[in-house]
């Protein structure tokens, strides 16, 4: 079909998705189902190597840096001429500078994240061998999401993240405060459970901007995201933005009868001081609707009432759904029907009868 062709990243007038870097680190995570058992293991050795304390991960990796390879860690003024860069690796100074906007969480993440650049470059090459990216920009953002996943392993650990998201019923903020990492990092190492011994639910997880614009996407659940067009706005991710920091929950049916349960939150970038505008995101991870009810946030809704429930697609432009309000543009696969002396629910779309 004509959505599952642009979902899935065959060439659509002239649109190759593997020319498109970023693209290609986005079909790197669904090729390998967002688990990595390479990183996952190397994750668990440097607990052991490093001697990380979970009540102070910050300052292990500081003393690991420092003691196996001689690196320093600085903490750079906001004022200071890091070019817009949070973290920044000077390997003649031997000196790691990390800006002092970052909450204590994501200077910890950073030092993971360069502690996987330096010590496991071969085994994300190894990792890359198995789907090698089309051009040298493509390889260098694989890189950098290998060593973001290594870093997610790193401050939350497989066996005791997903032991207490099952006691926590997935429980996102009691995950936050329990790991000491941020709402995204949470829902984005909770799509990597899917380890060949033991596995969480499996979920999609999806970040917009506030017009729509789609920075990161996985789909564990089997919902399909549009590669080339603007997503469905009956999306649960999209509400997110009218109640900014409030958790909204959404039962949702595809046009091919599947349905989802899913959560959305807005999540905020700190941008460094006043005259500096922060990002403001919003992100949803959502699963088949079967497993809702091992969710805390499916608690109290009504899942398999059709009144409850909201028709989405993938895109107005893939979208079969004639009688939607909220279509935007004509479906590309069927012919349009208008009269002009009719109105109906969609500009595109003209009832018959009457």
């Known amino acids: 079909s004509m959505a599952a062709q642009l979902s899935d990243g065959e060439e659509i007038y002239g649109l190759e998705s593997s020319r498109q870097p970023a693209e290609e680190v986005s079909d790197l995570l669904q090729a390998h189902k967002n688990h990595f058992p390479e990183l996952e293991t190397a994750a668990g050795e440097l607990w052991q190597t490093a001697g990380i304390s979970a009540a102070d991960v910050r300052g292990s990796l ?12 600085e ?8 070019g817009g860069a949070v973290r920044r690796y000077d390997a003649g100074k031997k000196r790691v500078y990390v800006s002092e906007i970052l909450p204590s969480y ?6 993971a994240h360069q502690i996987g650049l ?14 090698e990216p089309g051009s040298a920009e493509a390889k260098t953002l694989c890189r950098v999401a290998l060593a973001n996943y290594f870093a997610g392993a790193v401050l939350m650990p497989f066996g005791r993240f997903l032991d207490e998201a099952e006691r926590m019923r997935y429980d996102v903020e009691l995950l936050e405060h329990r790991f000491r990492v941020s709402f995204e990092q949470v829902c984005h190492r909770l799509t990597t459970m899917n380890g060949p011994d033991r596995q969480g639910i499996p ?10 614009n789609i920075s990161k996407r996985y789909s564990g659940s089997g919902m399909t995201f549009a590669r080339y067009s603007g997503a469905c706005s009956l999306w649960n ?9 409030f958790i909204r929950t959404q039962v949702s049916e595809m046009p091919d009868g599947k349905r989802y349960f899913s959560i959305a939150r ?6 460094g001081g006043h005259q500096v505008r922060p990002t403001q995101y919003a992100v949803e991870m959502g699963c088949d609707a079967r497993y809702a009810r091992d969710l805390v946030y499916a608690d109290g809704v009504v899942l398999d009432q059709a009144e409850t429930v909201v028709p989405i697609g993938v895109s107005c432009r893939l979208c079969e759904r004639m009688d939607c309000r909220q279509r935007a543009f004509p479906p590309m696969h069927h012919q349009l029907a208008v009269d002009e002396n009719v109105r109906g629910l969609s500009f595109y779309y003209s009832p018959r009868g009457g």
Not at 203 to 212: E, K, P, S, Y
């Open 237 to 245: 991710v999209h509400a997110a933005f009218m109640t900014p920091g």
């Open 106 to 111: 994501d200077v910890a993440f950073q030092l």
């Open 203 to 212: 979920f999609h997880l999806v970040r917009v901007d506030i017009a729509g």
């Open 62 to 73: 500081t003393r690991h840096l420092k003691e196996v390879h001689g690196i320093d860690v």
């Open 266 to 271: 807005t999540v905020r970038k700190a941008g």
């Open 118 to 131: 330096l010590e496991l470059s071969p085994t994300f090459d190894r990792i890359l061998e198995s789907r």
């Open 75 to 82: 903490v750079a003024a906001a004022a200071d001429p890091m």
